[in-house]
């Protein structure tokens, strides 16, 4: 048993911020700006399950700066690391041996975006933050929330340190800190193991969309001088998808003959025996993707789930004692592939309406949304809000669709398609084909285990496992009876598979491998898989990505 009987260290503030990505950092240099424009003390803290700033971020990333723009004009004389601009666009239809460049989409002009490292940019906003007074705490893993006497949310609590898989505390044990705040803001990005709580709670998610998401892949790869472009920034669709399967790939060329290769999987796919990994490996043995890859060398593999509902699959923003930002709450512009920006300018949004609100009473930001709905951000989400439910009829009918919508209504159409939960688009096994995908070979195309090896995860072997089954007979009686074990296929860091002691088999979770995706969480068809936080500083450890 837990330890609950240690007394735990409470430290108070009026802002508490879980999750130092854009959003959660442009909201907290924005409430200190303000702060200081009327004179007033706000007290800000960030907390970051990550072992430091930008551990666990993962982004392609062309970086549109208009957010960073608003909230630190002066970010070139202050060092912000934006240093690759885009300097052209691609965008190919990918057959299995033929590439055919096609008219680049408006919203993937790049005109003014920078090719960039999230992580770099994160390092540099947290700095930003703490020469303002922000407490940022990395490793800090907010695993609890704290609720006061009428039930609004009063702040959270960081999981305990040292707890043994036997569940009883161990010679390192550390009971947990109480962050207690006025305002509590979910920043934990997409599929966060507190909102998801809150969602429930709060019934935040009455009256919208369920959310629908997308799997990142990506590795950075150091190429041969004579194939490097720095600013060329290339998309494509087509293979390997199949024609029903909504997926698609990015190429953007950094610095030093760094290129950013990355592939996007739809999770609403029907094919239990798809594996968004294997796509990826696929995608990269293309004769036009190896051509640049060849002579090269793979520095760095990361994955993570991003929300693409768009705006009719926005939750409720608010709840007593608190409010979502970013993609916490899933502010994605899918057609630009771009979410960085939209992040930023929900957190610069709440933490304006943040400090109007503790001027005065109450519990709830009832603003909040209000003020969004005045804001570019806004006016961006609807005008694209069909262009990926479009794609569930096919790749032929989305690109039609998109057309229509973008150069004929303009993002105006009188219609808005709904969204569909992920977990419930799988069909049986017995009614899919089996998917044989090529063995790696070592040079393009890798393994799950060494991919994930230069993720650098660790977790600490002697603790509870975060990834728990509801329900342990589910994973047989279901998962592998009917959909032939799909988290054995769709996690990219082998963390589930299938082992048989004689003739029973039974689900064996390596929660060491976890690259905190949250696929898992996503897609299983019964939703029988919890994500919860492990030890704070745990999962991966991603550079430069």
């Known amino acids: 048993m837990t330890d609950n009987t240690t007394p735990r260290e409470v430290m108070s503030y009026d802002v508490l911020i879980v999750g130092a990505g854009p959003a959660g950092l442009a909201c907290a240099i924005r409430l200190k700006q303000l702060a200081a424009q009327t004179q007033r003390e706000i007290s800000v803290c960030v907390v970051d399950k990550g072992s430091e700033v930008g551990a666990h971020l993962l982004s392609g990333a062309v970086f549109e700066p208009r957010a960073l723009n608003e909230l630190l004009p002066d970010w070139k004389e202050q060092g912000a690391p934006l240093d690759v601009a885009a300097t052209e666009d691609s965008f190919y239809f990918l057959t299995s041996t033929k590439a055919f460049r096609l008219p680049n989409p408006p919203t993937m002009n790049n005109h003014g975006n920078y090719v960039i490292s999230l992580g770099r940019l994160a390092k540099w906003l947290a700095a930003q933050a703490e020469g303002l007074g922000v407490e940022i705490y990395p490793g800090f893993a907010a695993a609890e929330i704290l609720y006061d006497d009428k039930g609004a949310v009063a702040g959270v609590a960081t999981g305990d340190v040292g707890i043994g898989k036997n569940g009883e505390p161990g010679e390192r044990f550390t009971r947990g800190v109480e962050l207690r705040a ?38 950075i790869w150091e190429i041969d001088p004579t194939k490097h472009h720095p600013g060329h920034v ?16 990015w190429l953007y060329h950094w610095e030093n003959n760094l290129v950013s290769v990355g592939f996007v999987v739809g999770l609403d796919y029907e094919n239990p025996y798809l594996s968004p990994f294997e796509e990826f490996q696929r995608f990269k043995q293309h004769p036009h993707i190896r051509a640049l890859l060849q002579g090269g060398k793979r520095l760095s593999y990361g994955a993570r789930a991003l929300s693409e509902g768009g705006i009719q699959s926005l939750p409720k923003l608010t709840f007593p004692g608190g409010l979502l930002i970013g993609d916490a709450a899933g502010f994605l512009n899918v057609p630009k592939i771009k979410g960085n920006h939209t992040a930023m300018k929900s957190g610069m949004v709440a933490a304006e309406a943040l400090a109007d609100h503790l001027a005065g009473e109450g519990m709830e930001v009832a603003d909040y949304r209000a003020r969004l709905g005045k804001s570019w951000l806004w006016q961006e989400l609807y005008g694209v809000r069909n262009i990926r439910p479009a794609f569930r ?26 969204n569909h939960a992920d977990h419930k688009t799988l069909k ?19 393994d799950r285990l060494s991919s994930v090896f230069l993720s650098n995860t660790n977790h600490e072997e002697d603790q509870p496992a975060h990834l728990k089954l509801r329900n342990p007979s589910v994973a047989i009686d279901i998962n592998l009876a009917t959909y032939d074990s799909p988290e054995s296929r ?4 082998g963390v589930y598979e299938i082992v048989r002691e004689g003739d029973k088999p039974r689900l064996q979770i390596n929660a060491q491998n976890c690259v905190h995706c949250k696929t898992c969480d996503i897609k299983d068809p019964t939703q029988n898989i919890d994500w919860a936080v492990p030890e704070g500083g745990g999962g991966p450890n991603y550079q430069d990505m």
């Not at 087509?238 to 029903?244: I, L, Q, V």
């Open 182 to 219: 006025r305002q509590t803001v979910i920043a934990e990005g997409c599929r966060g193991s507190l909102a998801k709580i809150l969602f429930e709670k709060f019934r935040l998610r009455d009256g919208c969309d369920p959310q629908t998401y997308g799997l990142g892949i990506k590795e």
């Open 234 to 249: 290339q998309h494509s669709i087509g293979y390997p998808m199949d024609m029903r399967t909504y997926g698609g790939s």
């Open 393 to 418: 009829g096919g790749l032929i009918a989305g690109m039609l669709h998109g057309a229509l919508d973008t150069f004929l209504f303009r993002g105006r159409a009188p219609w808005t398609f709904p």
């Open 428 to 446: 049986p096994a017995k009614d899919c084909v089996r998917i044989d995908y090529p063995k790696p070979d070592g040079v393009i195309s890798f």
């Open 490 to 493: 769709y996690c990219p860091a």
